[in-house]
């Protein structure tokens, strides 16, 4: 995401934790991120999400700029990955069918996402996951786009052979996801390897599972890692809808439930939850803006 720190503060109107990042305008101008600071005010703004951190409004002085968000207590899910440890197939289907969801919702605004992966989905109070960060999103209906952007272990082949791409680097980018939540390892990458190493494994494309995945769990993220983003799971005339009735998401997860946020989150990381975050007291005032 955009560089800058995010700052816990209190508005004593509503008596309310937010969290306030703040960017610095020379660095944004230094490292071309003005399209990016767009990105994020504009779909953050008009999304409205159960799973997407929510952008109250802006505000900028001479030397930055502030976004005023929603206040997610969890951490990163990426966090809580290191603690815990690799996920059992049913709480990963949880985490990924709230990611889903969200593909879906931005999908149907003609909108690709373009920056899955655990550092960018925090966990909510209440278990639930949130996305963050829309800098690389960008609004394509059913076009391509052409530019080189992401994570270079999620990045699709398209983006890597520079041919166009659209909503179907998301789906790779979940696979990619899947397979982590249950490896608690890179599909592509096997440790601080150079990007140039991790994009040949992603064009060769070959994936090599632990023998304790199962059958379901192998099959849905080979399809999702298909080469061809044409015949990839999720990218053909019925949608999103052909990965939910996939059978490592239909035995565990019901999707009106967890739209509804009335799914039980899983118990690994709603434990670890309790010690991550400890906030003052609201009416110390010393500790509130």
Known sequence: GLFGKVKLVFCRRTREYYALKCVSKAKVIRLQEEEHLRNEKLFMTEMDHPFITKLIRTYKDDKNIYLLQELTTGGELFFHMEKVGPLREAEASFY???????????HGKGIVYRDLKPENTLIGDNGYP???????????????????CGTPDYMAPEIIRRQGHGKAVDYWALGCLIFELITNTSAFNRGEDPPQLVFHRIIDGRVKFPPYVSSDCADIVRKLLDPNPETRLGCRKRGAADIKEHPFFAKSVNFQLLIRQKEEPPVSFTELMQVTLHFPSADDSSKTR
Not at 96 to 106: P, S
């Open 130 to 148: 949130k996305l963050i960060d829309m800098g690389f999103a960008k609004r394509i209906y059913n076009r391509r786009t052409y530019s080189m």
């Open 96 to 106: 990924a069918g709230a990611v889903l969801l969200v593909l879906e919702y931005m």
